[in-house]
Nanobody, 124 residues
Framework: QVQLVESGGGLVHPGGSLSLSCAFS????????MGWFRQAPGKEREFVAG????????KYADSVKGRFTISRDNTKGMLYLQMISLKPEDTAVYYC?????????????????WGQGTQVTVSS
């Protein structure tokens, strides 16, 4: 059974940077597209970034393009999200998710497995 564990969240000032990690276990990592989603209080969970199983393609939400970078290491079973120029509106619980399809989608319901989430707070 696939398990995902996020780490790296915390408190950062506006304009600062933060990196998130997600450890994958219980399956063949390269066979899964991976995504990062986030959910702010009172809002629906939204797509942030996704990467294909081979790491050959990635997609981003318009709100994070140019500021966030998704990557993966298939030899280690690790997914990453590098975030720079953070804004208060980036404050949310961030989740990593795995999809048995090889190409990432932006749809929450397409993902089969989810981590427990890690809190990111951007505040002065």
């Amino acid at each position: 059974q696939v398990q995902l564990v996020e780490s790296g969240g915390g408190l950062v000032h506006p304009g600062g940077s933060l990196s998130l990690s997600c450890a994958f276990s219980g399956g063949t990592f390269r066979l899964y597209a991976m995504g990062w989603f986030r959910q702010a209080p009172g809002k629906e969970r939204e797509f942030v970034a996704g990467v294909s199983g081979s790491a050959g393609s990635a997609k981003y939400a318009d709100s994070v393009k140019g500021r966030f970078t998704i990557s993966r290491d298939n030899t280690k079973g690790m997914l990453y999200l590098q975030m720079i120029s953070l804004k208060p509106e980036d404050t949310a619980v961030y989740y990593c998710a795995a999809d048995r399809r090889l190409i990432p989608t932006t749809v929450v319901g397409s993902y089969d497995c989810w981590g427990q989430g890690t809190q990111v707070t951007v505040s002065s």
